[in-house]
């Protein structure tokens, strides 16, 4: 019954650095009479069943960004509607997007905990079930290589001996709205790309969330989680507490989800075993993913940006002592809304199956992680021109049968080259007397991105959230891969009371 511990190590290429939670196998504690169930924990702490009975993401499509999958697991088997990829194989033509064992481990998991069939290869065939399971998943692979070696994973795109996963990553954001995407989920980080501003701006304008992970980075949050308006979350333990390499301190995180101890199954010398444990802020980022599908498909004709208003006024908080406490639902009576954010745990904690409860076609239609203020891309300006308005259809999407099926094959180029901003950056003028000016401003855009980059990380990390208040101390805890320990108070107020992680002090 092995256990993937998710302690991510950090890498930096030419042109991307790239960190996703796997690691190494460890053995499940011998306390665990059923591990699969003991890893689904997060399911009855979500009301998961509830959630379901109202949507169980029909009608959506999730966009997974990740590595190769393997859709022949039990788990997904029928579940992948497409698998591509941009990436170019050492000898020519696209590398394969489907795999199986190891390679496959990290995506074909993330997979399983968006659309899972609950089917699989535990005692009694039973496997890990999504918390959308009936969402249309699309899977775009941007990284390859080893996961547990993340200093080799790599993707090139017009040479495939130059790394750029973060321009993939763009690239995938791009096409993934092209084949009709309304939840994004991206369980990786990389170093900034020119080419995110203009993919999440593609996005925005066709109304998707994009959801990413905080990369099991304790106080540093990468690409795409920088990206104004994106859905950004850390993650936390069967009682609400931060993980040991959960971000914290930073009020670049939105949300917090369970992301310790969860089954995703892995690959082992013997094979698929669905009852494979692990933990990190990828699993984290796909539950709260598939949770937002789950949460739009019972309210088809809210948008995009009133799904993320429901699920930010609907965070988990339960009622003791006359305090509020951050909790995994909504416990109590007259619990007031979210008004502002924690340093470490965002809104709070996502709770969709209490969300879905709400009025969500008549919230607010603009997006709340959007910040309107500091150095932020793209700019709140820039989100607003491109937001549909209210009634408004977002525009229509090409057909995505081109890349339907999953396969190592050729596959389509984007409507518009991820290389490139839309607005056609490298496309200005045609006269040598051009040159200069062209290489200048080039010069000028990489170093106004550089800087940008910098104040958004940090002088500017208040940026995101206009009501985040200052938060007291977050008591940091040793790196001793124990987990359940009560995290020191998060110290902000909601409403005029205590709102906290929820462990008693």
């Not at 169930?37 to 999730?62: C, F, H, P, Y």
């Not at 996961?147 to 790599?154: A, C, F, M, W």
């Not at 920088?226 to 301190?249: E, F, I, P, Q």
């Amino acid at each position: 019954m092995p256990r993937r511990s998710t302690r991510p190590r950090r890498i930096a290429h030419a042109a991307a650095a790239l960190a996703v939670a796997v690691g190494a196998v460890t053995s499940v504690p011998a306390a665990s009479a059923d591990p699969l169930d003991d890893g689904q924990w997060w399911r009855t702490a979500m009301g998961v069943d509830e959630l379901n009975r109202a949507g169980k993401g029909s009608g959506i499509t999730v966009a997974l960004i990740d590595g190769p999958i393997d859709s022949s697991v039990p788990e997904l088997e029928g579940r992948v509607a497409s698998s591509t990829t941009a990436c170019l194989a050492p000898g020519g033509g696209v590398r394969p997007s489907t795999v199986k064992g190891v390679l496959a481990d990290h995506a074909t998991s993330m997979a399983s905990l968006i659309v899972g069939s609950g089917r699989g290869t535990a005692r009694g065939g039973r496997g890990i079930t999504g918390i959308a399971p009936e969402a249309t998943l699309r899977h775009y692979a941007v990284t390859f290589g080893d996961p547990r070696d993340p200093e080799k994973l790599s993707c090139g795109l017009e040479d495939p001996s130059v790394n750029v996963v973060g321009d993939a990553t763009a690239k995938a954001i791009r096409q993934a709205v092209t084949d009709g995407a309304k939840v994004i989920s991206i369980s990786l980080s990389t170093d900034y790309s020119n080419d995110y501003v203009p993919a999440l701006l593609d996005a925005y304008r066709a109304g998707a969330i994009v959801v990413a992970s905080t990369n099991n980075d304790t106080r540093q949050v990468r690409w795409p989680g920088l990206g104004n308006g994106v859905v950004t979350v850390t993650h936390v333990d069967a009682k609400g507490n931060l993980d040991d390499s959960a971000t914290r301190r930073n009020n670049l995180v939105d949300f917090a989800a369970p992301g310790t101890a969860i089954a995703t199954g892995t690959w082992t010398p013997s094979g698929w075993r669905s009852d494979g444990i692990s933990d990190g802020s990828s699993q984290a980022t796909a539950i709260t993913a598939g949770g937002l599908a789950a949460l739009w498909s019972a309210h088809p004709e809210a948008t995009g940006n009133q799904v993320l208003q429901a699920a930010r006024q609907a965070v988990g908080m339960r009622a003791e002592g006359g305090k509020y406490f951050t909790w995994f639902r909504r416990v109590g009576d007259d619990l007031p809304a979210s008004t502002g954010k924690t340093e470490s745990y965002g809104f709070g904690i996502v709770a969709p199956a209490d969300a879905v409860k709400l009025d969500v076609d008549g919230l607010p239609l603009t997006n709340p992680m959007v910040a309107d203020k500091g150095v932020v891309q793209p700019t709140a300006e820039e989100i607003a021109a491109v937001t549909p308005a209210a009634g408004a259809a977002p525009p229509a999407s090409a057909s995505p049968s081109a890349s339907a099926s999953p396969s190592g094959a050729q596959a389509p180029e984007p409507a518009t080259d991820g290389s490139v901003d839309a607005a056609g950056e490298e496309g200005v003028g045609g006269g040598s007397g051009l040159v200069l000016l062209v290489v200048g401003l080039a010069l000028l855009a990489v170093l106004g991105a550089a800087v940008a980059l910098r104040l958004r990380t940090g002088g500017a990390k208040a940026a995101r959230d206009g009501n985040t208040h200052d938060a007291g101390t977050d008591g940091i805890q040793d790196f001793d891969n124990t987990h359940g320990q009560a995290a020191a108070t998060d110290g902000v107020a909601a409403l005029t009371k205590e709102h906290s992680n929820g462990v008693d002090r």
